[in-house]
């Protein structure tokens, strides 16, 4: 089972550099592990370095020229501006995010190695919402793919302990 995720992007992969795909490619890779605030991810350094490689090898140009590891919220926002402008060039535009993240009301969040999240209320200011990348994703014309690969940990990667009530 662990080889599964592996093995459907070496699938992805295979299919999009032998696609007939010529067109720009541009891809934002972000690997987050040195949380200090949370639990510490090993992986997703050394998962983004691989994952960067493979795409470069399949002609993809990589948002700063590199895998990105360990991005404050403000170099992950950064970032994403970059990856905005340069996706809209596109004609295929990939993002992929290893670390933690987690769901909150029916909202994905990805995680900064920065953030410090000790209520609710913090988290669309302390954190990346998933909606925020497939934003900057949505420019460019009909014919374009837009891709996005996440390799979260959803382990409550901040030790927090909300108390959720109902408001219905």
Request: hydrophobic share 45%; charged share 25%; proline share 4%.
């Amino acid at each position: 089972l662990n080889r599964i995720p592996g093995i459907l992007i070496a699938l992805f992969l295979f299919l999009t550099c032998h696609s007939g795909l010529t067109a720009e490619r541009v891809a934002l890779v972000i690997g987050n592990g040195d949380y200090k605030h949370g639990s510490v991810l090993p992986n997703p350094p050394a998962d983004a370095r691989d994952v960067a490689a493979a795409l470069q090898g399949c002609g993809f140009s990589l948002v700063r020229g590199k895998p990105l590891a360990n991005l404050s919220h403000e170099d992950m926002e950064a970032a994403l501006a970059e990856f905005a402008k340069e996706s809209a060039k596109a004609k295929v535009s990939l993002f992929f995010f290893a670390g933690h993240g987690f769901e909150l009301d029916a909202n994905n969040y990805l995680v900064p190695v920065d953030a410090e999240v000790e209520e609710e209320y913090q988290v669309k200011h302390r954190t990346v919402a998933l909606d925020e990348v497939l934003g900057a994703m949505a420019e460019g014309g009909e014919d374009l793919l837009k891709i996005v690969i996440l390799d979260c940990c959803r382990d409550n990667p901040l030790g927090r302990g909300w108390t959720r009530t109902s408001s219905k």
